[in-house]
């Protein structure tokens, strides 16, 4: 595919503590994105970067937040985890000059 | 955020049979993309499509972008164990990229 790596793929975490997943990609593409996904809600735009420092936000940004110092890492940071952030999270990057979106392979998180 | 509407939501057919599913939208794609997700991993891409009418095959798949723009329809041929999994299209419009809500198939042996 398209080189994307995402860590941990799997944690479990207790409510209140902070959490980061990493998402990198060994190619240099301009945009990556979080997403969320969980059963009857299909995936959700968490948030998006559009280049190192730009960022914006997606339609379930709340209590999460994001960086990008470099091209190749996109984290995501989950400030004080709550139980209904459990869900399973992809991290993805689009390809422009296909204008095709291509994933990595999932984190699970579990907060208790 | 925009949905695509993807039907059916699930399918349970027996091994050799086709299948076809379809997405719409109220406002139509310049791209439709379809996906597979196989359990416990992410989203694989399968198919791209770029142009009105556009038939594209990838195996046993193909898939169409319909001539309205804002419909793509999903075939498999001769359905086999390993195609069950989740199908999602997509769309991109801007920065970002809208997702149907998915179709589970179930594939019988």
């Known amino acids: 595919d398209a080189g994307i790596t995402q860590s941990p793929r799997h944690k479990v975490t207790e409510t209140g503590t902070p959490v980061t997943l990493r998402c990198h990609q060994t190619?240099?593409?301009?945009?990556m994105y979080w997403y969320r996904q969980d059963p009857g809600h299909g995936l959700r735009l968490i948030h998006y970067?559009?280049?190192?420092?730009?960022?914006d936000k997606g339609e379930v940004s709340d209590g999460y937040s994001v960086s990008r110092s470099k091209t190749e890492d996109f984290l995501l940071t989950l400030e004080s985890a709550t139980s209904s952030q459990t869900s399973v999270y992809f991290c993805?990057?689009?390809?422009?000059?296909?204008?095709?979106?291509?994933f990595g392979p999932g984190t699970r998180l579990t907060v208790l | 955020g925009q949905q695509l509407n993807q039907s059916p939501q699930s399918m349970f057919i027996q091994e050799g049979e086709d299948v076809s599913m379809n997405c719409t939208s109220s406002?139509?794609?310049?791209?439709w993309l379809w996906y597979k997700q196989d359990p416990g991993e992410g989203p694989v891409l399968l198919i791209a499509?770029?142009?009105?009418?556009e038939l594209t095959s990838n195996g046993r798949l193909t898939a169409q972008f319909g001539i309205t723009r804002k419909d793509s329809f999903l075939n498999i041929s001769a359905s086999i164990p390993s195609d069950v999994g989740i199908y999602f299209c997509?769309?991109?419009?801007?920065?970002?990229?809208?997702f149907g809500t998915g179709t589970s198939l179930t594939v019988i042996p």
């Open positions: 970067s559009y280049g190192v420092k730009d960022t």
């Open positions: 997509a769309g991109p419009r801007g920065n970002q990229f809208y």
């Open positions: 499509l770029y142009k009105a009418g």
């Open positions: 993805a990057l689009a390809v422009q000059s296909t204008d095709t979106q291509y």
């Open positions: 190619e240099n593409h301009r945009y």
């Open positions: 406002s139509i794609f310049n791209t």
